[in-house]
DNA sequence: GTTTAGCACTCTCGTAGTGAGAGTGCTAAT
DNA sequence: ATTAGCACTCTCACTACGAGAGTGCTAAAC
């Protein structure tokens, strides 16, 4: 079924006006407000056609029309116009980056900025950094049982690690340890996953037997076991969902709940899409998650060093104003990427 | 006014039942469900004198009595009795956090642990660490341009922070400098307040023309600013709030929505009330702040070797069952406690 | 003097009824 | 092909009403 002119006029239309409004749209408003020349009969016309096809549906008879998730997903491939940001906006968003100049703090307020901008849930999935290749280990003793383990990658990030060992530390094996491996990540590229198996074979052959009885095998294990930052997802503005029409009613309510509860949820549907195109809408069902049916995922990958390592996303119901949140994704994502190129 | 032992049974009563039922509380479920061996009309005089007293109060006339926050305040300091957790509860405390070896991870865990045991909002106040002495300080330079900072301090508390250097960066002079700050702190007790200026007037008698105007100045500048780190807050269990009845009317819901979101204004609450007795609880608008007017707040301190340094809280609706909040505070900022003294 | 039974009174809440208003679908005229 | 006109549908706000829950008061009982 190909849309004609008119009525790819008149969906424009009802989900512009009902982006805004959230009410129902009907024939009289869009005649009023949008200049298409048409009465209000062949706008009628239309949309029950539109209906018929999917795009459009009615709460009730005789009320006006909502846009289905078809109709917001033909609306977003085939008539929105991209929305650019205004350069006082950029400005801001520039400025309130420059106050940081952590990893933590950064992603915080990059969730910070996505959910005032868009007055939704902003979201940030750290680094994925398991392919990154391993640059450099170094094992620093802090007080007398532990030690501090930090691997820098390729893309540069950071990854600590605090491990309490049983032994007394010798800081010259320490050492003759960290050269070791160091020689080793010249010789090969190893990335992280790699690092904890590999490692481990090479130094059984020139680790003693005391050592490895001692705590240096224990300890390696521990060392490279990132998983928990990792998974590290950064939200904001989950307040500004329930405050929604769209959410009065309950069970639609605790479905976007358990959404925000569980971070993993989010963060692995977000994980789903990633590839391909840098930037993904995914709207209400389309996701075929339960909890996501009421609401759209806008995601930016962003990068470092043109290496895809993570994403942003906004969400927020399937009623947002799309263009707007693919302008900011987009953006934010970029600058994200400046600056995590630059640490 | 002097409350009578028959008024005080009858305060008790009200406080239990409301607490589960979120109902006003009649004089004939009290006649009922809780052996006082009285009539409805006896209790019913009771509860008129206990409103006129102030500790209870009706949503209308003809309807039950609900506990004021007057009336929830002398609950807890006089007829509430302490309560246990169950071994089984202990045990399963400790063995979620037998899994955590990381600072982070311990936080987000105590967070996480208040608010699935109580149903309300977790509170985690980070270690406040500015008045820590100072006991080592380690520069690690990372890739070409960047250099890892590393604190200890008599806590055992790691402050890390990176900086970035626009020079090159001469690895002597930054072992030199580390030796030489730490030789300070050997001779003089130091915290992390003083630490900068202490150590930018010491320097400045022993560093170069040269390095001075090159990155040092700078370079310490930044080092010592930990600000960020140190209101961190550690919230979990938002939405458990949103579905309890007291919070069906939209402004009651408007103000904890703002507590939540402001983390800040929580964690300042938590803080102004710190010292003296270990656990606190604020009872709705004794705390002055239009946002907690209809939430209370179960605090409990938790100390490093000894030393208290943060607080844990939890957060619900003035209708909460204090016994087990305070219970629950106390075992878990203890754990705490061990855990991170350990660390 | 204290306690309680009895009863009138008050207030809420759910249900039903009603009319205005918004918006549609259909038809006949343009 | 488009539109004016109109009957029809559904929602929503408002009102009325009766049942039910719970109180306060008074007079009687202990």
């Known amino acids: ?10 969906l424009t239309a009802v989900v512009h006006r009902y982006i805004t409004t959230a009410e129902p749209v009907s024939s009289a408003i869009i005649a009023e407000k949008y200049n298409l020349d048409l009465s209000t009969a062949t706008i009628r016309h239309e949309m029950y056609l539109l209906e018929k096809y999917d795009y459009l549906w009615q709460p009730h008879t005789s009320s006006g029309r909502i846009p289905t998730d ?6 977003v491939d085939n008539l929105m ?4 940001l205004r350069e006082k906006e950029k400005k801001e968003i520039i400025q309130i980056y420059n106050k940081s100049k952590e990893f933590e703090e950064t992603m915080k ?32 003793p802090v007080g007398s049982n532990r030690i501090l383990t930090i691997i820098v990658t390729d893309t540069g990030l950071i990854c600590q690690k605090i491990i309490k060992v049983s032994g007394e530390i010798n800081k010259d094996r320490l050492n003759y340890l960290s050269n070791f491996i160091n020689s080793k990540l010249v010789e090969e590229d190893v990335n992280l996953t790699n690092l904890n198996n590999l490692l481990i ?8 037997f005391q050592e490895r009885f001692n705590y240096i095998h224990k300890f390696l294990e521990e060392c490279f ?3 928990y930052s990792e998974n590290k997802v950064y939200l904001d503005g989950r307040m500004n969902i329930i405050k929604l029409p769209e959410f009065k009613e309950t069970d639609k309510l605790n479905y976007i709940l358990s959404l925000i509860e569980e971070e993993n949820i989010l963060a692995n549907t977000i994980r789903r899409y990633l590839g391909l195109r840098k930037t993904k809408i995914i709207i209400g069902k389309e996701s075929k998650l339960k909890e996501m049916q009421n609401c759209s995922l806008v995601t930016s990958e962003y990068r470092i060093k043109g290496k895809s390592v993570g994403a942003i996303g906004i969400l927020g119901p399937t009623r947002m104003d799309y263009p707007r949140m693919v302008s900011i994704a987009e953006y934010i994502s970029d600058k994200l990427s400046e600056i995590l190129s630059e640490f």
């Open 109 to 140: 307020i990059t969730s910070q900025l996505l959910s005032k901008l868009t007055n939704n849930i902003g979201v940030v999935l750290a680094p994925v950094i398991y392919n990154d290749l391993v640059k450099n280990i170094q094992f620093i």
């Open 225 to 227: 076991d990132f998983e």
């Open 1 to 10: 079924m190909e849309l004609n002119e008119r009525m790819k006029n008149i």
């Open 201 to 208: 074979e090479e130094l059984d052959k020139i680790i003693s």
């Open 70 to 75: 078809k109709g917001y997903r033909f609306y």
């Open 81 to 84: 116009i991209k929305s650019h």
